[in-house]
């Protein structure tokens, strides 16, 4: 928890930063900036999750405490089931619904993080674009960007909606006739 706190707490830009002084000048690991291949992309993936797998993280654990004192849990412990099956069959699947929630708000958040990380890191991508379209004036260009932006994050919140009603039996949609 005390990691996650870490990737809560720090800023985008400075985890970038941060990352690129001890992967790439300290440690020689890994590449300080560029797209040229699959290794470029590892400090960018780990600087864009480390903020949301600390709020995920965190935010799942809450949960599944939560989860953990109702009463169909000790039911199912009492019928005999294991510990592992009762976490995953039904704690689990109950504690997720908040994270998918979570998850979904957090496209809008990865995406204007990724605005940062793409400028640090000098990856062209839609952030360096709509940037770029910024400090040019080119309107259409950054409409564009902002567009897609809104794309997905309307595609992530309709994934959301999917999830629930997988993950809980409550929830349906249905069609409704005319």
Same mark, same amino acid.
Not at 71 to 100: F, M, Q, S
Not at 106 to 124: D, H, K, M, N
């Given at each position: 928890?005390?990691? *996650?706190? /870490?990737? @809560?707490?720090? %800023? ?12 790439? +000048?300290?440690?020689?690991? +890994? %590449? ?10 590892? +400090? ?7 903020? *949301? ?5 965190? +935010? ?20 005999? /089931?294991?510990?592992?099956? &009762? ?10 619904? %908040?994270?998918?929630?979570?998850? =979904? ?9 990724? @605005?940062?990380?793409? *400028?640090?890191?000098?990856? %062209? ?19 564009? =960007?902002?567009?897609?932006?809104? &794309?997905? @994050?309307?595609?992530?919140? /309709? &994934? ?19």
């Amino acid at each position: 928890m005390g990691f *996650s706190l /870490l990737g @809560v707490s720090m %800023p985008v830009f400075w985890s970038a930063l941060l990352m690129q002084y001890i992967f790439a +000048l300290k440690l020689h690991l +890994l %590449p300080v900036s560029g797209f040229y291949g699959p290794r470029y992309i590892v +400090l960018p993936a780990i600087v864009l999750g480390w903020s *949301s797998a600390g709020v995920i993280a965190r +935010l799942t654990r809450s949960s599944l405490l939560e989860v953990m004192r109702h009463d169909y849990i000790r039911t199912a412990r009492a019928k005999g /089931l294991r510990e592992a099956p &009762v976490i995953v069959g039904h704690a689990l699947k109950n504690a997720l619904l %908040p994270v998918v929630t979570i998850m =979904a708000i957090q496209v809008a958040g990865l995406l204007s993080g990724a @605005v940062i990380t793409e *400028s640090v890191f000098g990856i %062209p991508g839609v952030g360096r674009i709509a940037v770029n379209a910024i400090q040019a004036r080119d309107m259409p260009l950054l409409q564009g =960007a902002i567009l897609f932006s809104t &794309v997905l @994050v309307i595609a992530g919140n /309709l &994934v959301a909606d999917i999830l629930y009603a997988f993950l809980d039996p409550r929830i349906r949609y249905a069609m409704q006739e005319k």
